[in-house]
Every structure is written in structure tokens, then in C-alpha cells.
């Protein structure tokens, strides 16, 4: 513990944010960070506790608590504080193959976990690690490393999201010959077409990505396995597979009018932007427009934020945002206690510039879409919403969202971005490897491990536990990658945690 008095001497701080205003006129991020010194003062915050939830990744009330990864927080806060960049980047990358990508994306479950937060403001964990990390590749500790020994043992990954590229990168370090296949023009799965650029500006993908071409993966985009290459030939042409797919199946909206025209889904949509913004900074026009429309987006979730950030950005005319469930409380609830994941309100960056361009949230709480309406040429010109209240099932004892009666309202729409979440993954490639599903339309394993009932075949990932964080699919990553070492040597020494 560098500075015993940090979290009573230096207030938090974390990296400034562009005016609402000023940052929805382009696609960048918008985040001006800390500088060397001040990041210093912010990691000196870091109590060192005895017993450091931010780093437990346990689960409590059904939420998990700290970073499932096991980031060693406390250590690389000291490190930071004294100076030691290097070190401190090495303890890092010792639990997180892609600092660059959580530093970025993730919710920041340690922050929420965080002892000092429980008594003040949480350490600015994530900020920390985005400075070790960019000082990591300012300074050359995150070039290319090549393993030293090849064991001649032959992997295929099938997905580039964070679970396929933590497993492939975890493997090609052991000495594995790593082939990653990913569908997509690009490599980075949901990283790279379905997050926006303003949270993830694709570059910092291409760089790790070319960090890991240099140590040895190969990566074969374009292609989809079980379209354009056979399950077959895969299990004949490689030792082990292991499918990291995503699930990307998405929730659909079954109402009537279900098939007007101007009914997206969210993911289709962000691709759609991303790709042709990256492709022509928009200029080709492949990509569904908000511009000059009223926008409804389904869905309260980290998904729809961002479809509520890129429409304005667009250019709509109005953007509302429909959730299902309560507004959650601005603080704590009783039953909600730390260092449980805090249950409360949160507004993020999409809400935020709703609320500076219209002069209000865009949320609209306890409600749902009732009826699409459509125009004689068959284009959605309108919804009907119908509020929603909690009730017990009398069958199952569960408690459910229900319409209220006669709380109908119609309100303007042209263009209806379904962010509800997913359903799991997509059942041609489970179908083409022969894999068993789960109830919940995931990949099926044996208890305790990532190994499915076709030999050779591993899951991980969303495509495994279903829609989830990446700091989830990076763990998963790791592990399949140690069970499938295990398998193929005898024993590995590849580190999960």
C-alpha cells in the first residue's frame, strides 16, 4: 500500500467527458483522460482493504459482486502510484488478455465493489487500468511476444468476440497453432460491430489484433463455419474446437403490425452504422437512417443506450426509449446492500445527450409496445404503448409484468430498434457441430467444463452462459483455453486467474 492516507487525502476523479452537444456531431470517444499525475493520486485512493471485493467476482443475491476476472486491483493500484508502469502492467495482463477493451466497456463491477466506495467515492479502477494499459503500448511492454516452443497441436476457434480472442490468445502463448474464424469482414465480433465507435473506436481492436497476428494467430474472416466451411472438415483438419459465437439470436417483439417496414433489430442496426461508417464515414448509405425520424427503441439495456446514442447522432427527431420494468431508486435500497451489485438508477452517455438535444430522458418506464401502425404502403407511421404493472402468476407464483387497462397511448414512429436482449445462439452452427442445446438455447457442457457431448468440441462465452459481459466472456476464454490445453498436453500451466 503506497500512501496509507490516499482515500482521505485526494477526492475522486475520473476522465472528463465531451459536452452532450459538442460529441454527438461526430462518432469518436469522447473522453479526455487522466494525466500521469493525477492518475497517480487516483490509484494512491486504493485502500489495499484485507479482504478486496473488487476483485472477488463472486456472486450475491443472484449479481456478481467485483470483477469476474480476479484483477489484482489492489496490486497495480500500488504499482501505479509508485511509478512502476511496467510492473504494474504485467500484473494487469496476468488475469486480462484485453485491458484495452474493459478499460473502455465494462460496467466496472469492481468500482461498485469497492470498500472505499462503501464508505465515500468508489477508487477509479477503470481509469487506472486504461492508463496502464495506453502507457503499456506508449512504452513497448504490450508488443508482440512470440512463444519460444511450438507444440504442433492444431486449434480452431469459431467466433472473434472477447471469448474467441482470450481463448486463441491464451492457447497461441502456450504454443498451440491458433486459427480464429469469424464471419465478418472484420475481427472483434460484438466488440467491433456491435458496440458503437464512440464507446470502442476500432482501432484500439485492430491494434491487439495485430499484436496477436504478429505472436502467431492466424485469423480467416469471411468465412462462416457452417455455411461456407463443414463442422466436418474442421474436426478433421484440427485437434480441438471451440465454438465462441456469441448469441446473437435476437428477442423479437410480437405484437401486431410486427411487419411494417421501419422495424429493426438493435444489433442489425449498430452494425449497419458501424460498417459503413468505417467503410466510407457514411457516405455508401448501406446503413438504416434515424435522420429526421421519431425513434422508439425497445429496450432499457446497455443496447438500447447505444441506439438511443447513435440515432441522435443520426439525426432524429425524437427518441424514445421503452422499458419494461420500474425505475429503479436514484440510491440504495435496504435489501440491496454493498457490496451487492447496486440495484439504481443509472444514466448513461445515449440518455444524457437525449436529455441535452430534447430536454428530457428519453426513458419511459413500465411499458411496452401494444401495436405497430402501419400506412398504406405497408411503412411504420406509429405505436400503440400500453402501460405495465407487477402481478403475481397464480399458476407459476411468479411475479410478471402485465397491461394495465385502458393505459393505451399512440405516439409517433418511423423507424422501431428492438433491443430486448437475446435468446441464445444461432441454431445453424450448434446444428452443424451436433451439439446438445439447453432449455435456454445455450450450448450445452458437462457439469464443470466447457467440453460439449461431440469429442474434441468446446464452448465458451456468450454462446455458452448466453448474453453476458465481456469481462464474463474473457474469463470463460481463459478457462476453455486451459481445459483444451489440458486435453491436447496432459497438464497446462495456463493461468485463469
Same mark, same amino acid.
Given at each position: ?35 500521469e499525475e493525477e492518475q497517480r493520486e487516483q490509484a ?150 456491435g458496440i458503437p465507435n464512440m464507446k470502442l473506436e ?20 469471411? @468465412? ?63 446503413? @438504416? ?8 427503441? /425497445? ?18 427527431? $425524437? ?84 397491461? @394495465?387497462?385502458?393505459?393505451? $397511448?399512440? /405516439? ?23 451439439? $446438445? ?16 457431448? @461431440? ?36 497438464? $497446462?500451466?495456463?493461468?485463469?486467474q
Amino acid at each position: 500500500m503506497g500512501k496509507p492516507t490516499g482515500f482521505l487525502e485526494y477526492e475522486r476523479e475520473t476522465a472528463k467527458s465531451v459536452e452532450p452537444k459538442e460529441r454527438i456531431c461526430n462518432y469518436n470517444e469522447f473522453h479526455t483522460f487522466l494525466s500521469e499525475e493525477e492518475q497517480r493520486e487516483q490509484a494512491a485512493r486504493c485502500m489495499a482493504c484485507g479482504v478486496p471485493f473488487c476483485q472477488s467476482g463472486m456472486t450475491l443475491a443472484g449479481m456478481t459482486s467485483g470483477c469476474p476476472l480476479h484483477n489484482l486491483v489492489p496490486e497495480w493500484n500500488d504499482l501505479v502510484y509508485t511509478g512502476n508502469w511496467e510492473q504494474a502492467y504485467n500484473r494487469l495482463h496476468k488475469t486480462n488478455n484485453f485491458p484495452e477493451f474493459t478499460s473502455r466497456v465494462c460496467p466496472a463491477l469492481c468500482e461498485k465493489a469497492c470498500t472505499c466506495g462503501h464508505w465515500g467515492e468508489s477508487v477509479t479502477v477503470r481509469d487506472n487500468e486504461h492508463g496502464i494499459i495506453e502507457t503499456a503500448y506508449e512504452k513497448g511492454y504490450a508488443a508482440p511476444k512470440i512463444p519460444r516452443v511450438h507444440t504442433g497441436k492444431k486449434v480452431a476457434v469459431i467466433g472473434s468476440g472477447p471469448s474467441g480472442l482470450a481463448a486463441a490468445d491464451q492457447l497461441n502463448q502456450r504454443g498451440h497453432s491458433v486459427t480464429v474464424f469469424e464471419r465478418e469482414d472484420r475481427v472483434g465480433g460484438l466488440l467491433m460491430y456491435g458496440i458503437p465507435n464512440m464507446k470502442l473506436e476500432k482501432h484500439i481492436i485492430d491494434r491487439k489484433i495485430n499484436v496477436m497476428k504478429a505472436e502467431g494467430v492466424v485469423f480467416k474472416t469471411g @468465412v462462416n463455419v457452417g455455411v461456407d466451411v463443414k463442422a466436418k472438415d474442421l474436426l478433421k483438419d484440427f485437434d480441438r474446437v471451440i465454438l465462441c459465437c456469441g448469441a446473437k439470436n435476437p428477442r423479437d417483439i410480437k405484437a401486431v403490425g410486427r411487419d411494417a417496414k421501419g422495424i429493426y433489430f438493435a444489433v442489425d442496426y449498430l452494425t449497419q452504422t458501424t460498417k459503413s461508417l468505417l467503410n466510407s464515414n457514411l457516405k455508401d448509405g448501406k446503413y @438504416v437512417s434515424a435522420k429526421g425520424k421519431n425513434v422508439v427503441i /425497445i429496450g432499457g439495456g446497455d443496447t438500447g443506450n447505444d441506439c438511443v446514442g447513435t440515432a441522435i447522432r443520426q439525426g432524429a427527431k $425524437s427518441v424514445t426509449q421503452l422499458e419494461m420494468m420500474p425505475q429503479p431508486p436514484v440510491e440504495r435500497a435496504a435489501n440491496n446492500p454493498w457490496p451487492e451489485w447496486p440495484k439504481v438508477l443509472k444514466t448513461d452517455y445515449g440518455q444524457e445527450e437525449a436529455i441535452a438535444v430534447f430536454g428530457h430522458d428519453p426513458r419511459i418506464y413500465q411499458t411496452t409496445v401494444k401495436e405497430f401502425h402501419k400506412d398504406k404502403n405497408g411503412n411504420l407511421n406509429g405505436i400503440t404503448i400500453v402501460k405495465l404493472q407487477s402481478k403475481k402468476d397464480e399458476a407459476t407464483g411468479r411475479m410478471t409484468m402485465v397491461e @394495465v387497462p385502458g393505459s393505451e $397511448s399512440k /405516439i409517433a414512429a418511423e423507424l422501431v430498434l428492438i433491443a430486448a436482449g437475446f435468446l441464445g445462439t444461432e441454431k445453424y452452427v450448434s446444428d452443424a457441430f451436433g451439439v $446438445s442445446m439447453t432449455q435456454r438455447t445455450n450450448v450445452a457442457t458437462k457439469e464443470g467444463s466447457y467440453a460439449t457431448n @461431440v469429442k474434441n468440441v468446446y464452448a465458451a462465452g456468450d454462446t455458452h452462459r448466453g448474453q453476458s459481459l465481456v469481462v464474463w466472456a474473457i474469463r470463460e476464454g481463459r478457462e476453455v483455453a486451459r481445459e483444451v490445453d489440458e486435453s491436447l498436453m496432459g497438464y $497446462s500451466y495456463l493461468s485463469i486467474q
